[in-house]
Nanobody, 115 residues
Framework: QEHLVESGGGLVQAGGSLNLSCTQS????????MGWYRQAPGKQRELVAE???????DYTDSVKGRFTVSRDSAGNRVNLQMNSLSPEDTAVYYC?????????WGQGTQVTVSA
């Protein structure tokens, strides 16, 4: 069963923008964190941005000032607005949700930024 469904990836030129969206099935409760990770070819998966129940956020340094993570109050959706994209942002982006019991991952959506 798919708990997380992602949308919004694609191909964009450097300097452009994309918005990623992730909707959860409604079966995940007591969510503590929602966000996005990414994995580029030959590299480990890394945190991009995370937002916590109280509204605080974490961003990896390379995206600060360019990306914005947000979630709805019900905990059903998390978005990632990505601006000023560069080829270094090219990766598969994974939605991530964590509650008290476990982590959940989306299937991933490809983001490709051309020079």
């Amino acid at each position: 069963q798919e708990h997380l469904v992602e949308s919004g990836g694609g191909l964009v030129q450097a300097g452009g923008s994309l918005n990623l969206s992730c909707t959860q099935s409604g079966l995940i409760y007591s969510i503590g964190a929602m966000g996005w990770y990414r994995q580029a070819p030959g590299k480990q998966r890394e945190l991009v941005a995370e937002i916590y129940t109280g509204g605080s956020t974490d961003y990896t340094d390379s995206v600060k000032g360019r990306f914005t993570v947000s979630r709805d109050s019900a905990g059903n959706r998390v978005n990632l607005q990505m601006n000023s994209l560069s080829p270094e942002d090219t990766a598969v982006y994974y939605c991530h949700v964590q509650n008290r019991l476990r982590q959940y991952w989306g299937q991933g959506t490809q983001v490709t930024v051309s020079a």
